[in-house]
């Protein structure tokens, strides 16, 4: 079965022929919309969808977290066609689905052919391991734990050029120097096909290559 994970280096919405994409890879099933749960959360949910909406996506399935329990979010994910995992405080969405049973129902679904999309921190807790930049957390200080386990050897840094993370994407890299480590600037999407990039869309994707931070899309 055919896997399918974006990422994408800031909030949404969706770059525009990702967003047909994904919805043709949805097949209009249900689309869960994961969340941390904070004050008028409510009010984005149309920056996630109305993009969507446009190829005619049609049914979402909000999940605030941690409100909503295990068991329906389980069960949410189960009957979904389609998974998004929302942007925000990445240590607190790690807390709540990376290396947890909603982070094993989130891979159970991606490995059956349900196309994953992870915004910001949900595309940093997406990886086998997840890696917190020092500009991403109260301690300000570089975090390695536990991801879902979408992809293997790959990293990511989001927020890229607008956070000044080439630092960052380099004390990846030395860290897990064979790894693929990109970063990704915001409105900009990568798409991965059974785990290799395959499509980027937006303003600007870089990776470590020989231990040198190079532009690699033609935005």
């Not at 969507?52 to 994910?77: C, D, H, M, N, W």
């Not at 020092?134 to 927020?159: C, M, P, W």
């Not at 990109?182 to 994707?205: A, C, P, W």
Request: glycine fraction near 10%; hydrophobic fraction near 35%.
């Amino acid at each position: 079965m055919a896997r399918h994970f974006y990422a994408f280096g800031s909030g949404p919405p969706f770059t525009t022929e990702m967003a047909q994409q994904y919805v043709e890879q949805t097949k209009r099933g249900m689309i869960a919309i994961l969340l941390v749960d904070r004050e008028g959360w409510l009010d984005y949910m149309p920056d996630y969808t109305d993009k969507l909406k446009q190829y005619g996506a049609e049914r979402f399935r909000y999940l605030p977290l941690p409100s909503t329990t295990e068991e329906q979010v389980i069960k949410t994910i189960k009957d979904s066609g389609g998974v998004i995992i929302c942007g925000g405080d990445t240590s607190r969405y790690a807390e709540y689905i990376a290396d947890t049973i909603i982070g094993a129902a989130i891979k159970e679904a991606y490995v059956r052919g349900v196309p994953v999309a992870g915004f910001s921190a949900g595309a940093l807790i997406s990886p086998q391991n997840c890696i917190i930049s020092s500009k991403d957390n109260k301690e300000q200080r570089y975090v390695e734990r536990n991801g879902i386990g979408l992809l293997f050897n790959t990293y990511f840094a989001v927020h890229f050029s607008e956070w000044d993370e080439k630092p960052h994407l380099q004390a990846i890299f030395a860290k897990h120097p064979t790894a693929n480590v990109y970063g990704i600037d915001e409105k900009t999407g990568v798409y991965f096909h059974n785990g290799i990039l395959e499509r980027m869309e937006g303003v600007g994707v870089y990776q470590m290559q020989d231990g040198i931070c190079r532009k690699i899309n033609n935005a």
